[in-house]
């Protein structure tokens, strides 16, 4: 039997990775100030009037495009943490497709490439796996954020200096 939390914390307390009922859980988003959630699934969580919400409809499928959400769930994240907000990314189990979303905006924020952004994941909630069909599409998001930023991921190591966070 595996276990695994319900709750992650990936960025300094401000950026969380979890599961459905970490979502339905007053005590849990309570306990860890969640401002925003944002929801990687098709299962409906309980609105809350004092917390910002986005759903992103999609199953845990490697046929299912995710690529298309990621800018705009990184750009939710990003505007939730900027206003002094705390981000709970949940998906079913918090395991591949929340986890595929937290790689994203990290790849955006910090300039991981998509490897790197996997392992920066994986190294604060380890039994993470996002399917092979959302790692390809991180790499394509790779490809577009590179490319946009005329950064060379192989020269910079893992990281691009010009997305870096400060």
Not at 78 to 96: C, K, T
């Amino acid at each position: 039997m595996v276990l695994w939390s319900n709750i992650d914390t990936i960025v300094d307390g401000r950026l969380f990775l979890g599961s459905l009922p970490a979502a339905e859980s007053i005590y849990s988003l309570e306990q860890h100030r969640i401002t925003h959630v944002l929801s990687v699934c098709t299962e409906s969580i309980p609105q809350r009037p004092y917390i910002f919400h986005m759903q992103v409809p999609v199953e845990d499928d490697e046929r299912a495009n995710l690529l298309g959400w990621f800018p705009s769930t990184c750009q939710f994240i990003e505007n939730a943490m900027q206003s002094g907000g705390v981000v709970l990314v949940h998906s079913l189990h918090g395991i591949s497709r929340a986890a595929a979303v937290v790689a994203a905006y990290l790849m955006f924020k910090k300039g991981f490439n998509s490897y790197g952004a996997q392992y920066a994941v994986h190294g604060c909630r380890p039994y993470v796996k996002p399917n092979d069909g959302f790692k390809d599409q991180l790499r394509t998001f790779e490809s577009f954020l590179f490319t946009e930023a005329n950064c060379d991921p192989i020269q910079q190591g893992h990281t691009c200096p010009r997305r870096s966070m400060k």
